[in-house]
């Protein structure tokens, strides 16, 4: 067979397999974007002092929240708000962001699972952002119902109390 016959015949075959082959690339699933749990986070304000005007979306806590974070010394206050909440998909092996202050990016967390712990709960690498510098990395393990609580900056004579909670974990 002549050179000439083969690019004849190889050619056409190359160009019509080509698009297919492109096109089985790109359905192929990426499983890292996998959704394997969602977190919540919450912004709260505690303070002793009465609360000063914290605008619209500050809201009062419930009484059952208020128990839970005065049972913790270092969140014992007279008063709380809640500012903020986000909830967001844990991704099986992509970094995701949670922004509870929306829309504002003053407050940010980032976070990628680490995979699950054999207790039943779900390690990941988490960063807490502000002014768009990193001011803490942890690699904590979440459990749903046992939030993990930052104390965070000293903010309007009070703190801000980070919330970082574990709402949805899908099955292995």
């Not at 005065?70 to 909830?87: P, V």
């Not at 407050?107 to 807490?128: H, V």
């Amino acid at each position: 067979m002549s050179a000439r016959a083969i690019y004849t015949f190889l050619l056409p075959l190359l160009l019509v397999m080509s698009p297919a082959v492109l096109s089985a690339q790109e359905t192929k699933k990426d499983s890292g974007k996998e959704k394997i749990g969602q977190i919540r986070a919450t912004i709260y304000y505690g303070t002793n002092d009465a609360v000063p005007e914290l605008g619209n979306n500050a809201k009062p806590l419930p009484d059952s929240q208020v128990k839970r974070l005065q049972a913790i010394e270092t969140t014992k206050f007279k008063n709380y708000r809640m500012l903020g909440q986000d909830a967001q998909s844990v991704l099986r092996s992509y970094e995701n962001w949670v922004s509870p202050l929306k829309p504002s990016e003053e407050i940010m967390l980032s976070f990628e699972s680490r995979g699950r712990s054999d207790n039943g709960g779900l390690r990941l690498d988490l960063e807490l952002w502000q002014h768009k510098r990193k001011v803490m990395k942890s690699d904590p393990v979440l459990f749903k119902g046992r939030p993990l609580l930052i104390l965070g900056p000293k903010w309007r004579g009070g703190r801000l109390i980070i919330s970082i909670e574990l709402i949805k974990l899908t099955s292995p």
